[in-house]
């Protein structure tokens, strides 16, 4: 359930997402990632409350469809600005069979506001990708498609969606400026900072823009096929390639454009350039190594390589061979590949190679910064960000800088290794 709440779904913050099954279930995804929104929390956006059904014993023997349909009836009555409601289906909800879908289409029916039920129960595949795939097709046959035939929403040729971006830390926000200063208009952001207006109207756009292509490449392919909206995978994570997604697709950029006309978007400024000082490497460049999820570990290489270091080592949890085959291109020679590590083998990876740095995930953080090394947290930029595009990069960078230059580093001993003196004098190793 994770994929589609922190990711596909939870972040549309005009929409009321409820976890069905035990409490913890949702409390557990629903704390792990900062997705910024505007907006008045319990009012008109719900991105970081937690709505549940909390299961109870009672509920696994006689089901929850009853209860189900009441809480809805209840978000209505207290919360009467939301848009919408998604039912996220928790591990016993597959097991006990409720039917979500039928109190979907009641209460759709009831309150003319769409109720999206979303199967993710957590056992369902190996992979967190199939939970996004279910995601991706909940909106395709449940939102995309509502606003079909409705001329109401006056376009322009100039009309794009930022797609696979979830705003961690207002990235979707520093990736809009950029894009806007080309002359383009940002109509949907997926789903970052989204709403459920946002993903209706997606239909409509020219181009889609694809950030999180291993999240999203499955509703942006049912847009291509359906609605004929190409898709273009672009690279927000690094300064230089930003100079390139204007060139991804030039049916947007003709001469015309009134981007170009105002200040030509080969001409696009790069305000990051001497607002971080190199990062000192004696005696070579300074090594990092991924281990990260999502696109990281390919689309974050680029900008380590803009600061000067050198990516070492690098892989994926949940990865598909296309992953692999893309993520190949972004290394140097002889870079370590890792697929689905253990805690245990990445900590003897990174005691053999003595990385400058590594970024990983919260569960690995701690662990390397006993071991004294430089850690950040790149799964939601370590309370950090934006690091995206232009405005972030500059963050992002001065992130770097600040962790591997710390001079803590130099005085930090891992506990495993330090001797303690007993009350007679001596000294011990610990065990």
């Known amino acids: 359930m994770p994929a589609p709440k922190g990711v596909v779904w939870g972040p549309i913050k005009d929409m009321v997402h409820v976890s069905h099954g035990p409490v913890g279930c949702g409390q557990y995804s629903r704390a792990g990632r900062r997705n910024y929104y505007v ?16 299961f109870q014993e009672k509920d696994i023997v006689f089901g929850g469809d009853k209860k189900l349909d009441k809480i809805i009836t209840e ?34 029916k009831e309150f003319g506001k769409p109720v999206v039920p979303v199967r993710c129960e957590g056992f369902r595949g190996v992979s967190q990708s199939l939970g996004h795939h279910i995601a991706n097709d909940a909106i395709r046959d449940w939102v995309i498609g509502n606003r079909d035939g ?45 709403s459920l207006s946002e993903i209706e109207l997606t239909p409509k756009v020219k181009l889609n823009l694809v950030h999180c292509y291993r999240s999203m490449n499955y509703l942006s392919r049912h847009l291509e096929e359906k609605y004929g909206i190409p898709l273009d995978r672009v690279q927000l994570l690094r300064s230089h390639q930003d100079r390139r997604v204007p060139a ?61 270091m050198e990516v070492v080592g690098t892989g994926y949890e949940f990865a598909h061979n296309d992953d692999y085959d893309r ?4 290394l140097g020679d002889a870079t370590l590949l890792y697929d689905d590590l253990t805690a245990y083998e990445f900590e003897v990876f990174a005691d053999k190679i003595r990385p400058d740095l590594i970024g990983s995930g919260i569960k690995e953080k701690y662990i390397f910064q ?14 950090s960000g934006p690091y995206h595009d232009y405005d972030g990069f500059a963050i992002f ?20 290794l330090r001797t303690d003196t007993a009350a007679d004098g001596t000294k011990a190793a610990r065990a």
Not at 165 to 188: K, P
Not at 327 to 330: A, D, G, N, P, S
Not at 397 to 416: S, Y
Request: overall charge positive; aromatic content about 8%; glycine content about 10%.
């Open 248 to 308: 991804h697709d030039r049916r947007l950029l003709r001469r015309d454009h009134p981007g170009q006309r105002r200040a030509g978007h080969r001409q696009v400024p790069t305000p990051v350039r001497g607002s971080h000082r190199e990062i000192p490497a004696p005696p070579g460049r300074k090594r990092v190594m991924l281990y990260v999820g999502g696109l990281r570990p390919r689309h974050i290489v680029g900008a380590y390589e803009d600061l000067g």
């Open 75 to 108: 978000i209505e009555q207290l919360f009467p600005l939301h848009k919408g409601v998604t039912i996220r289906s928790e591990c016993p909800i597959g097991l006990i069979g409720d039917d979500i879908e039928a109190v979907a289409k009641k209460k759709t």
């Open 370 to 383: 006993k071991m004294g090394i430089p850690f950040r947290q790149m799964h939601s930029w370590d309370y």
């Open 150 to 194: 409705d001329d109401s929403f006056k376009t322009t040729p100039y009309d794009v969606a930022i797609i696979g971006d979830y705003n961690i830390g207002g990235d979707a926000w520093a990736s809009r400026i950029l894009l806007e200063a080309m002359g383009l208009r940002v109509i949907a952001q997926w789903s970052g900072d989204g």
């Open 397 to 416: 960078a001065r992130d770097m800088d600040m962790t591997i230059n710390n001079p803590c580093w130099q005085e930090l001993q891992a506990p495993w």
């Open 327 to 330: 993520t190949i291109k972004e």
């Open 39 to 54: 907006g008045t929390t319990g009012v008109d956006t719900f991105g970081t409350m937690n709505f549940t059904s909390d």
